[in-house]
């Protein structure tokens, strides 16, 4: 676990889903590099507390609060980023990471389930982002703060190029995500916009708890990783740290796969 510092300090952070699982690994580990964070929550308050309590205990310069909202719907994005801009000042960093699945074979899969993943993985991504542009803009750059005007992370997966039987909607909502991110960083850039996903493999949280919790799962689910381990929400909390940071200005429009080589086609290995 990385050390506090003050890597992002002064900047705020708005984390999407950052009550539970990977959100709430990211939201930690801007916490420990001294950034004022968001923890955004829909339904579980009482962890979405709990992950800023522990933030206010470990930041050395940052301050952590929780906000409600559901990022599918356009008022209350609205409402998050007014209530974090009351609060802090200004928003440097979103990382949209909220994000849900409602399995089907997709000649079963009902409108509604469809809609949901697509209202929340997608939708929800773009509404985070309009706002977060639109705040950049209007604050203009922070000399000193941070290189560039503004950072956004968006949390797809791996299925933005893997094909997933059964969890089509999913899918079809992360590869949409990679025209977004490319296109935001097309028209941003010019502006000192960094836009950039992460796209996390097989990491432990309760999305996938049907893939990881006996040993017969974890045994198959490792014949998909070469590295031969499931990832663990710390494993994306420090990719996106650093992405956030300066340290990693130059880096604009890419994808960052944290997947233990899972799209290495690891079925090949012993098929040539
Ligand atoms: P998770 O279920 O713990 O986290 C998802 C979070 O999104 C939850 O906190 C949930 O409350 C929140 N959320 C759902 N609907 C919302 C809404 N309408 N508004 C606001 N928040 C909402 O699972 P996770 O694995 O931590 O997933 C986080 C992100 O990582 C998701 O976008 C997921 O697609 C992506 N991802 C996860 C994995 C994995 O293996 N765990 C792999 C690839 C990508």
Redesign the pocket.
Known sequence: MQKPNERLKGQTAIV??????????VALALGRDGANVVV?????EK??QEVANQINKETICGEAIVIQ?????ED?VQAMFKQTIEKFGTVDILV??????KDAPLHEMTLKDWQ?VI???LT?QFLCAREALREFMRRGIREGVSKSLGKIIH?????QIIPWAGHTN?AA??GALVMLMESICQEYAPLKVRCNS???????????RD?WETQEALNKLNELIPYKR??I?ED?GSVAAWLASDESEYINGTTIFV?GGMTCYPGFTENG
């Open positions: 999407t889903g950052s009550s539970t699982g990977i959100g709430a690994a955004n929550y829909h339904s579980s962890e979405a909202c559901d990022v599918s719907k209350q949209a990471n909220s994000g849900l699945q949901l209202d929340v993985n929800g949390m797809s997966s791996v299925h999913y909502s992360k992460i796209a996390p493999g097989a990491i432990k949280t309760d999305i996938n893939a499931i990832g929400p994306i997947d």
